[in-house]
């Protein structure tokens, strides 16, 4: 015969069936909660009506569920995601030969406020959407099917195959903080400088890799580059009414024990997107190639952008802008990373600002060649997800192509704390 409990010992017991009944409850399903109660019952541990009590409190207990949905029958999983970046800078320029210098930037700002959602479907479909309320912009709006990792088609408004910095890498993993002049000279807004090339487009993607480390993307895009919601909403006109077209080829491999490597290569086509002035109906050819080495502690980036650009320099002549950068790094431990880059524009006299390389820089005026040097590090709270980074910047442009000043410098410094879930 079994010895029943002592009474102490019988309170202890029940105490410690609530505990596994009200965690059985919570982490596991209704069946597997009954089966625990019917066996303590049998054991003598817990009375009939004890047992009922006890299912009563952990049932009242249950959570609700973490994420409700419009009740979609095919939702398979939603995730939520954000990125918040809290940023300072303190940048002056000096004009050579004028006291009359700009106003130094001096300020803190929110370098963007990401909120995302992500849905799965199953059998391949899924869709993002992440919003920017810095840049009251979208960051990504698309719908995706996966065949395998062979192929994959986004539809819809994404950053096209160009550059390591702005498409290959994440604003949120980026060493230096901003991105180098040259992905800014190439990439963003044209403003009779600037070539907005790459960056946001609504389109059609495909995308794939095989097993052996090769890697390619292609798209079809409209030819504009977005700058704000209601581009992304705009239904075209005639003076935009053509395809851009882009490629990409790439690699990714490990030589030796520890180096891992990414090469790759792209190229596009912008109708009607060349020139001084937008509309004019010339054209504009870019061209990008990049490199990345890993080896333990050390890290190497190599960039390099070209272009052939339809009267990009005046009415008569094209223009060739290119650009490299090179940013070495190294990580000091585990929560500590330093980072060198040098990055020079060379815009074949179509002319190139301070501002238009160096964000939140004053203008200096409208020279052919910019370089930067910039010195920084990275300091890991919690990874990537949780980081502060700091540096220093030197930037000069210089030879005219207005007939002004012959050369400006910016220096100062820009810090960012990021927080990423």
């Known amino acids: 015969m079994t010895p029943r409990p002592a009474p102490a010992a019988k309170r202890a017991l029940r105490a410690l069936a609530a505990l596994a009944l009200f965690g059985a ?12 109660v019917d066996a303590l019952v049998r054991k003598g541990i817990l009375t009939t009506a004890e047992a009922a009590q006890i299912t009563a409190e952990a049932a009242k207990s249950k959570p609700a569920p973490d994420v409700a949905t419009s009740g979609g029958k095919f939702v398979q ?18 004009i050579s030969g004028t006291a009359a210098d700009p106003a130094a930037t001096q300020h803190f700002f929110l370098r963007r406020i990401y909120l995302g959602a992500k849905a799965n479907l199953g059998h391949g479909w899924t869709s993002s959407l992440n919003y920017d309320f810095a840049g009251s912009t979208f960051d990504e709006a698309k719908i995706t099917w996966t065949q395998s990792d062979a ?7 994404r950053k096209v195959p160009f550059g390591i910095e702005e498409w290959f890498t994440s604003s949120g993993s980026l060493k230096a903080i901003e ?3 040259g992905t800014r000279y190439f990439v963003e807004g044209n403003n009779g400088r600037r070539l907005g090339a790459g960056s946001y487009r609504i389109g059609v993607y495909a995308g794939g890799k095989n097993t052996r480390g090769l890697f390619y993307n292609v798209a079809i895009t409209n030819p504009e580059r977005e700058e704000s919601s209601a581009g992304v909403a705009g239904s075209g006109s005639a ?85 490299f950068s090179v940013q070495p790094a190294f990580k000091a431990g585990k929560n500590l990373e330093y980072v060198l880059r040098y990055s020079r524009v060379d815009s074949d006299g179509r002319g190139v600002n301070l501002s238009d390389g ?9 020279m052919d060649r910019l370089t930067e040097w910039y010195l920084g590090l990275s300091y890991f709270f919690r990874g990537n997800d949780v980081k502060w980074q700091a540096g220093c910047l030197l930037g000069e442009s210089r030879d005219t192509v207005t007939g002004g000043p012959a ?11 990021q927080l990423n879930f």
């Open 358 to 366: 160096i964000r939140s820089a004053p203008g200096g005026g409208t």
């Open 407 to 417: 050369k400006a410098r910016t220096q100062g410094v820009r810090s960012q704390l």
């Open 179 to 181: 991105r180098s002049p």
């Open 25 to 36: 409850a919570v982490s596991a399903q209704a069946q597997d909660a009954k089966a625990i």
């Open 151 to 157: 192929l994959s088609l986004d539809f819809g408004f």
């Open 77 to 94: 999983g939603l995730s939520l995601s954000g990125r918040l970046q809290v940023q300072f800078a303190g940048l002056a320029t000096d």
């Open 239 to 323: 003076a935009n009414n053509n395809f851009a077209y882009w490629g990409n080829l790439g690699f990714k491999g490990k030589a030796g024990a520890s180096l891992t490597y990414v090469v790759s290569a792209s190229v596009g086509w912008l109708p009607d997107q060349g020139g001084k002035t937008l509309g004019a109906g010339d054209d504009l050819r870019v061209f990008n190639a990049f490199a990345d080495f890993t080896s333990g502690a050390f890290d190497l980036q190599l960039e390099y952008f070209g272009s052939d650009n339809e009267h990009g320099r005046s009415a008569t002549k094209n223009s060739r802008s290119s650009a």
